[in-house]
């Protein structure tokens, strides 16, 4: 079992940055690929970021290239989501979720995750 805990969202302006933090707790973090998901109202969730248990490969949604940042540190067992050039479109709920069935790779099927954060509001301004 793992636990998984957000933190970091708030209220930004557009072109704003913000720093999702994700801790983990229970089983061995280093043992799971990570992932970001987020839903906006209305919206079905949609993935957003991931990176593998090994920190070798990581993968992003086409709408957030370039401006968000997945990374990890198994020491802290934490996950982050560093978010730049934030746009009012990005504004939802920001979930971080665990899977461990991939190493090397991972994951942006959020049916192949075990286990999932309670989820943080990110809301962008314009």
């Known amino acids: 079992q793992v636990q998984l805990v957000e933190s970091g969202g708030g209220l930004v302006q557009a072109g704003g940055s913000l720093r999702l933090s994700c801790a983990a707790s229970g089983r061995t973090f280093s043992s799971y690929g990570m992932g970001w998901f987020r839903q906006a109202p209305g919206k079905e969730r949609e993935f957003v970021a991931a990176i593998s248990r090994s920190r070798s490969s990581t993968g992003y949604a086409h709408f957030v290239k370039g401006r968000f940042t997945i990374s990890r540190d198994n020491a802290k067992n934490t996950v982050y989501l560093q978010m730049n050039s934030l746009k009012p479109e990005d504004t939802a709920v920001y979930y971080c979720?665990?899977?461990?069935?991939?190493?090397?790779?991972?994951?942006?099927?959020?049916?192949?995750?075990?286990?999932w954060g309670q989820g943080t509001q990110v809301t962008v301004s314009s």
């Open positions: 979720a665990a899977e461990g069935k991939y190493y090397g790779t991972y994951s942006v099927n959020s049916a192949e995750y075990d286990y």
